[in-house]
């Protein structure tokens, strides 16, 4: 175990846990960036198509079959481990509302939620996502309705014993303090709880106790090491890369969980953290909690 750690170079996994690709863009290209960067691991999370929304039930099946063959041809043509997570984008319900009415936006995203948990019990996934509440202003109706339908989501995803990774907006601890509501009154436990795109403050205090993956931005690393002593959750690091060539590099570049795993193991080496104590942090981050989280 101790050769994975070499002068703080980390050599063992690396996972980016949520990360979108698209057949129209970048795809293999951007999973050969981050497999030559040291990835071995990536969470491929649906990808909605804001500009051609989903109008039916089949309309996801067919989405979601695209994401899941994605997943197939990359594990065909490189050595790393891919996870499926699929589920019905909030921002796409609040999308569906104007053409659709808010009663049949609703009713297609649970059966998108349905048909998501369907291919989980396959085994086709491994976690619900992301699903959520809109990150933006929108008028009190739509975040009543919103928090209704997280509310039956999270109810669904206890029944069925999965993960979810939520999309929220960010409003630090008022936001993990509202889901951790949400958690007690759905009965889905906390650690299968998993917001993403996180801020870096990881203490308990911050989190709740709810899981998270974190946008590893420039910065981060900091804010990670000042609350690590201060944690009990599970967490992990992300991209949420796009794969848009319209926006290249958006949100962040698929290198940049390679990179920022460097970062953390060589500032921690240079601390008075020991070589054992820096491999089970990178092996929980990377291997042991993701596997729990995703079974």
């Avoid at 649906?46 to 594990?75: C, G, V, W």
């Avoid at 809109?134 to 739509?142: A, L």
């Amino acid at each position: 175990m101790i050769d994975m750690l070499e002068n703080g170079i980390w050599t063992g996994p690396i996972m980016d846990q949520h990360i979108h690709l698209d057949k129209n863009n970048l795809f293999l290209g951007a999973v050969d960036d981050f497999f030559i960067a040291g990835g071995t691991a990536i969470n491929l999370v649906h990808k909605p198509d804001f500009n051609n929304l989903p109008k039916s039930l089949n309309d996801y099946q067919m989405a979601y079959n695209e994401t899941l063959e994605m997943a197939n041809e990359i594990r065909e043509k490189y050595e790393i481990s891919v996870n499926v997570i699929l589920g019905p984008h909030p921002v796409a319900w609040e999308k569906q509302i104007i053409p659709l009415g808010i009663d049949r936006a609703t009713e297609l995203h649970i059966q998108a939620v349905d048909l998501a948990l369907e291919h989980i019990k396959e085994k086709n996934a491994v976690c619900l996502g992301e699903v959520g509440r809109p990150h933006y202003p929108v008028n009190d109706k739509v975040w009543r309705f919103a928090n209704e339908l997280l509310l039956q989501i999270m109810q669904k995803a206890a029944k069925n014993k999965v993960s979810i990774q939520l999309h929220v907006e960010d409003n630090g601890y008022k936001t993990y303090s509202d889901i951790s509501g949400m958690c007690k009154i759905s009965k889905l436990p906390k650690k299968r709880t998993i917001r993403h795109f996180a801020p870096s403050d990881i203490s308990s205090d911050f989190t709740h106790g709810i899981s998270s993956t974190i946008n590893v931005g420039k910065g981060c690393i900091k804010e990670i090491i000042e609350t690590l002593p201060e944690s009990e959750s599970y967490w992990g690091m992300e991209t949420d890369y796009l794969d848009d060539l319209n926006r290249p590099g958006a949100v962040l570049g698929p290198k940049t969980v390679p990179k920022r795993t460097q970062e953390l193991s060589q500032t921690l080496w240079k601390s008075d953290y020991s070589d054992n104590k820096i491999i089970e942090l990178m092996l929980n981050i990377h291997s042991k909690w993701p596997s729990e989280l995703y079974p």
